[in-house]
């Protein structure tokens, strides 16, 4: 819960330049952990998603968050790099992570059951 706690905070403070009109000023650290924490979350979702499926079989609520994760972190790595080229084209991207990571968050509330 923390990792994603920390993942949704440095998109955040990545986001708020970008969504307000300013070049983005991120240096290299920031980078480096964003990769980090994206690779972190990612190889803990699949333990989770395998242990749950050796208990309780194919959850596909949880497949479903992991698809969104990776969508949200490629969405945003590829907005950060391309925002200089084209501006309105990483808001675009951005907007699709917020909309990846707000997907995230009703799953990990409701748990639904999806066929």
């Known amino acids: 819960m923390l990792l994603a706690i920390i993942v949704l905070l440095i998109f955040i403070f990545q986001a708020l330049p970008m ?6 000023k991120v240096s290299n650290a920031i ?6 924490f994206y690779t972190a979350v990612v190889l803990t979702g699949l333990g ?7 208990v309780a079989g194919v ?14 972190a490629s969405a945003t790595i ?8 084209a501006p309105s ?3 675009a991207g951005l907007m699709i992570a917020s ?3 707000v997907g995230i968050i009703v799953l990990a509330i ?3 059951t999806l066929f």
């Open 19 to 24: 969504f307000m009109g300013k070049a983005p």
């Open 31 to 36: 980078k480096i952990l964003n990769h980090v």
């Open 48 to 54: 989770l998603v395998w242990q749950i499926y050796q």
């Open 59 to 72: 959850q596909h609520w949880a497949l479903a968050k992991l698809i969104l994760l990776i969508v949200a």
């Open 78 to 85: 590829k907005a950060q790099r391309h925002y200089t080229n």
């Open 89 to 91: 084209q990483a808001k």
């Open 99 to 101: 909309v990846a990571y």
């Open 110 to 112: 409701t748990k639904p």
